[in-house]
């Protein structure tokens, strides 16, 4: 065998770190493997030059470099980008490695025949004066097997940065660490590197670990509250195969997970989010479950029960284990257990309060939202057209595959928009079933707009391209909906405004709301480099027909793929950018894991994976979206007068220029024809209430920008629309 012997480059990150880190550079600089670097990075240290004084007495011996404090996510993305090793091997300011962790870890990649492998040891923790605390070694508690399944470790908390070793070919894979993440980035890029690639533990403590008061985890504002966001959406993100993989099925994978987090941490709402999920998965269990044995003493059955149900949410610690179950089983029998168990879970449920909205966003953990105020509930049937259009300005793309259960309500969300002149394109992807060809034949003699296209089935991505080509060819915008979501009324026309008044931006997109299996809000600023690394975004948008051709399209031939995500990723590699509006226009339905393209494209991530890969590495630029949440609308009063005056109203037109002055019960005299203009930001809680009583509802702060409102409220009492 030849000798291996690759460069690996250490990374020391230090912020403020004179009292410990000339041992962490003596450790690195002791190595008995020679061939690295060790790469010091001060990350604008404030203290009166000590950290620089310690760094530069190291001379050549070291590559120092010092930069603005930025957190340790910018420090060690700058050591990654000034690095010359092969492998990445990080080390606190305040731990130590001892002689032989290069080298035991080398040696171990040396026998594998996948030297991309990521290398883990164990570590000691020990105290200020580098003395012996406990350990963390993985090989006491799990097997060989266990450890090398990929995340395994991760979420039983066996993934010390310092411990690991990392080929840095794996940065241009995933990216690097999220600067946003101020302690966590951590254990967010071990997330992303470590469900596409190999593992390896191996056996040895070689990293002390050192504990003292000045770690971040005890003095950074918001620690809590960014570990129970970490947590709660790597469970999120985990597909059903990942989550076997783990714990050989999701209800021990959220009852581990729920313990793991319990016993050693504070993140109280990923505890409660983990245990709801476990109670979720029992649910599913006992509905299949087969009762056999003895009938046990109604009170010893009451007694558990109430240990069940009865408890604070402060301290979850319920007794959920195989004994307590078989108890109430045999007490009730197997119908019995079932109906009861519907009520446990039912009243857990109700006790703690949760609900999708704690976990999803900061910004959405106040807003009350109505989810059954759904698009397309009714239609309303005066705005039918029965004859054809001169031009179709938009585009609506549908691919449709036997889905006759949901497509009315979509018909009736696309026939209510405000915005008359588009063309609805169906394309029927080769569906054999009766029910869902006939209600398409429904939906086609409803309104002159809609076309239906039949082909042979090749999957989502080759049906919307297929629908483009034969779409209007006068039309200059396309709109991607999916046939079982809906849009709000007024979502084409104030996109199609947005687009016009932003002639550089390739789409225009809303937030959104999950309906169905699953409710929540999903309201997310764009990042570009979020984006490179999880989709924020969705198929429905308003996009310029120009630069969806200049791309492509979707040009995917597999069925099962990320086609969204890595269309955005296209757009944005040709220095494309989109506007995002600042009002929830868009509903999508979350159905079953079985049915849903998500679900199918997550099944097959490693192949998804290598286009998102293939595309994210051409976008060179910076982007930043156009998005109305950020923007300040400076509307003086003079202004105001003017749009009033240039009202030549032929429509029932409320106008609100302030809230203080929009009385809700008067909205009740309403009739349904009647319009309200905001030119303040109407809250999504209030915008519903407005909604039962008023159908039009255009909340100008939130898609365009002021220079056009006169422009825009002049078409709308003219009836330009």
Same mark, same amino acid.
């Given at each position: 065998?030849?000798?291996?012997?690759?460069?690996?480059?250490?990374?020391?990150?230090?912020?403020?770190?004179?009292?410990?880190?000339?041992?962490?550079?003596?450790?690195?600089?002791?190595?008995?493997?020679?061939?690295?670097?060790?790469?010091?990075?001060?990350?604008?240290?404030?203290?009166?030059?000590?950290?620089?004084?310690?760094?530069?007495?190291?001379?050549?011996?070291?590559?120092?470099?010092?930069?603005?404090?930025?957190?340790?996510?910018?420090?060690?993305?700058?050591?990654?980008?000034?690095?010359?090793?092969?492998?990445?091997?990080?080390?606190?300011?305040?731990?130590?490695?001892?002689?032989?962790?290069?080298?035991?870890?080398?040696?171990?990649?040396?026998?594998?025949?996948?030297?991309?492998?990521?290398?883990?040891?164990?570590?000691?923790?020990?105290?200020?004066?580098?003395?012996?605390?406990?350990?963390?070694?993985?090989?006491?508690?799990?097997?060989?097997?266990?450890?090398?399944?990929?995340?395994?470790?991760?979420?039983?908390?066996?993934?010390?940065?310092?411990?690991?070793?990392?080929?840095?070919?794996?940065?241009?894979?995933?990216?690097?660490?999220?600067?946003?993440?101020?302690?966590?980035?951590?254990?967010?890029?071990?997330?992303?590197?470590?469900?596409?690639?190999?593992?390896?533990?191996?056996?040895?403590?070689?990293?002390?670990?050192?504990?003292?008061?000045?770690?971040?985890?005890?003095?950074?504002?918001?620690?809590?509250?960014?570990?129970?966001?970490?947590?709660?959406?790597?469970?999120?993100?985990?597909?059903?195969?990942?989550?076997?993989?783990?714990?050989?099925?999701?209800?021990?994978?959220?009852?581990?997970?729920?313990?793991?987090?319990?016993?050693?941490?504070?993140?109280?709402?990923?505890?409660?989010?983990?245990?709801?999920?476990?109670?979720?998965?029992?649910?599913?269990?006992?509905?299949?479950?087969?009762?056999?044995?003895?009938?046990?003493?109604?009170?010893?059955?009451?007694?558990?029960?109430?240990?069940?149900?009865?408890?604070?949410?402060?301290?979850?610690?319920?007794?959920?284990?195989?004994?307590?179950?078989?108890?109430?089983?045999?007490?009730?029998?197997?119908?019995?257990?079932?109906?009861?168990?519907?009520?446990?879970?039912?009243?857990?449920?109700?006790?703690?309060?949760?609900?999708?909205?704690?976990?999803?966003?900061?910004?959405?953990?106040?807003?009350?939202?109505?989810?059954?105020?759904?698009?397309?509930?009714?239609?309303?049937?005066?705005?039918?057209?029965?004859?054809?259009?001169?031009?179709?300005?938009?585009?609506?793309?549908?691919?449709?595959?036997?889905?006759?259960?949901?497509?009315?309500?979509?018909?009736?969300?696309?026939?209510?928009?405000?915005?008359?002149?588009? /063309?609805?394109? %169906?394309?029927? &992807?080769?569906?054999?079933?009766? +029910?869902? $060809? =006939? #209600?398409? *034949?429904?939906?086609?003699?409803?309104?002159?707009?809609?076309?239906?296209?039949?082909?042979?089935?090749?999957?989502?991505?080759?049906?919307?391209?297929?629908?483009?080509?034969?779409?209007?060819?006068?039309?200059?915008?396309?709109?991607?909906?999916?046939?079982?979501?809906?849009?709000?009324?007024?979502?084409?026309?104030?996109?199609?405004?947005?687009?016009?008044?932003?002639?550089?931006?390739?789409?225009?997109?809303?937030?959104?709301?999950?309906?169905?299996?699953?409710?929540?809000?999903?309201?997310?600023?764009?990042?570009?480099?979020?984006?490179?690394?999880?989709?924020?975004?969705?198929?429905?948008?308003?996009?310029?027909?120009?630069?969806?051709?200049?791309?492509?399209?979707?040009?995917?031939? /597999?069925?099962? %793929?990320?086609? &969204?995500?890595?269309?955005?990723? +296209?757009? $944005? =590699? #040709?220095? *494309?950018?989109?506007?995002?509006?600042?009002?929830?226009?868009?509903?999508?339905?979350?159905?079953?894991?079985?049915?849903?393209?998500?679900?199918?494209?997550?099944?097959?991530?490693?192949?998804?994976?290598?286009?998102?890969?293939?595309?994210?590495?051409?976008?060179?630029?910076?982007?930043?979206?156009?998005?109305?949440?950020?923007?300040?609308?400076?509307?003086?009063?003079?202004?105001?007068?003017?749009?009033?005056?240039?009202?030549?109203?032929?429509?029932?037109?409320?106008?609100?220029?302030?809230?203080?002055?929009?009385?809700?019960?008067?909205?009740?005299?309403?009739?349904?024809?009647?319009?309200?203009?905001?030119?303040?930001?109407?809250?999504?809680?209030?915008?519903?209430?407005?909604?039962?009583?008023?159908? %039009?509802?255009? &909340?100008?702060?939130?898609?365009?920008?002021?220079?056009?409102?006169?422009?825009?409220?002049?078409?709308?009492?003219?009836?330009?629309?």
């Amino acid at each position: 065998m030849s000798k291996f012997t690759p460069k690996v480059s250490i990374i020391i990150p230090v912020y403020n770190g004179s009292n410990y880190m000339r041992d962490a550079i003596d450790s690195a600089l002791n190595q008995s493997y020679k061939n690295i670097e060790v790469i010091v990075v001060n990350d604008g240290s404030t203290d009166n030059g000590a950290t620089d004084k310690i760094a530069l007495s190291y001379g050549n011996k070291i590559k120092y470099y010092k930069k603005e404090n930025g957190g340790v996510g910018t420090a060690l993305n700058l050591a990654i980008e000034k690095m010359t090793g092969e492998y990445f091997s990080w080390l606190s300011h305040d731990d130590l490695y001892t002689r032989n962790k290069v080298k035991a870890q080398v040696k171990v990649l040396q026998k594998l025949e996948d030297k991309k492998t990521v290398i883990v040891c164990g570590y000691t923790v020990v105290n200020e004066r580098k003395e012996y605390i406990w350990e963390i070694n993985p090989y006491e508690n799990y097997t060989e097997e266990q450890l090398d399944t990929p995340l395994f470790g991760l979420f039983k908390g066996l993934a010390n940065g310092c411990c690991i070793l990392i080929h840095k070919s794996h940065f241009d894979r995933v990216g690097t660490f999220d600067v946003s993440l101020k302690t966590t980035n951590d254990y967010d890029l071990w997330f992303r590197i470590m469900r596409d690639a190999p593992i390896k533990y191996h056996k040895g403590l070689y990293v002390k670990s050192r504990y003292h008061q000045g770690q971040d985890s005890k003095t950074v504002t918001g620690y809590t509250e960014e570990c129970n966001k970490l947590w709660i959406n790597m469970m999120n993100s985990l597909t059903k195969e990942e989550i076997e993989n783990i714990d050989h099925n999701s209800y021990l994978f959220y009852k581990n997970t729920y313990k793991f987090l319990k016993n050693g941490s504070n993140y109280y709402r990923a505890i409660i989010y983990a245990y709801y999920k476990m109670l979720e998965q029992l649910k599913i269990r006992v509905k299949t479950a087969k009762y056999t044995g003895p009938i046990l003493k109604k009170s010893d059955f009451h007694k558990r029960l109430t240990k069940l149900i009865l408890y604070k949410p402060e301290n979850p610690d319920i007794p959920v284990n195989k004994n307590v179950i078989d108890k109430i089983r045999y007490s009730l029998g197997q119908r019995g257990f079932i109906q009861t168990i519907k009520l446990v879970v039912k009243r857990i449920y109700e006790k703690i309060r949760f609900n999708h909205t704690l976990y999803n966003n900061s910004s959405t953990e106040n807003i009350a939202f109505d989810y059954t105020l759904q698009p397309g509930r009714n239609l309303d049937e005066s705005n039918i057209c029965t004859s054809p259009i001169e031009k179709a300005d938009i585009s609506i793309i549908t691919a449709f595959y036997n889905d006759y259960k949901y497509i009315m309500q979509t018909a009736a969300s696309v026939i209510n928009q405000t915005f008359k002149h588009f /063309e609805w394109v %169906i394309i029927d &992807d080769g569906s054999n079933d009766e +029910k869902s $060809l =006939a #209600k398409l *034949k429904e939906i086609e003699k409803l309104d002159s707009r809609i076309r239906i296209l039949h082909k042979q089935n090749e999957g989502l991505a080759v049906a919307r391209d297929y629908g483009v080509k034969n779409s209007d060819v006068n039309s200059e915008y396309l709109f991607i909906l999916d046939s079982d979501d809906l849009i709000e009324n007024t979502y084409l026309e104030c996109a199609y405004w947005t687009l016009e008044a932003n002639k550089n931006a390739a789409w225009a997109y809303a937030d959104l709301a999950n309906f169905g299996e699953q409710k929540l809000l999903w309201i997310k600023p764009f990042d570009l480099e979020q984006e490179k690394k999880n989709n924020l975004l969705v198929c429905t948008a308003l996009i310029r027909k120009d630069d969806f051709l200049s791309v492509d399209g979707y040009n995917l031939h /597999e069925k099962g %793929i990320y086609e &969204d995500w890595n269309l955005w990723l +296209k757009l $944005l =590699a #040709k220095g *494309k950018y989109p506007v995002r509006m600042n009002f929830i226009g868009f509903w999508y339905r979350v159905k079953e894991h079985s049915q849903s393209e998500l679900y199918r494209a997550n099944s097959n991530r490693k192949e998804s994976m290598k286009y998102i890969n293939k595309t994210k590495k051409r976008i060179k630029n910076s982007i930043t979206a156009m998005q109305y949440s950020n923007i300040e609308h400076n509307c003086t009063p003079s202004y105001i007068e003017q749009i009033l005056k240039g009202c030549n109203k032929k429509r029932n037109i409320i106008l609100i220029k302030n809230i203080e002055e929009l009385d809700i019960n008067k909205l009740v005299e309403c009739n349904k024809d009647t319009i309200l203009i905001s030119l303040v930001n109407i809250n999504y809680s209030l915008r519903q209430q407005i909604s039962k009583r008023i159908n %039009i509802i255009y &909340d100008l702060t939130t898609f365009i920008s002021t220079e056009y409102w006169l422009d825009f409220v002049k078409s709308i009492v003219e009836g330009e629309v």
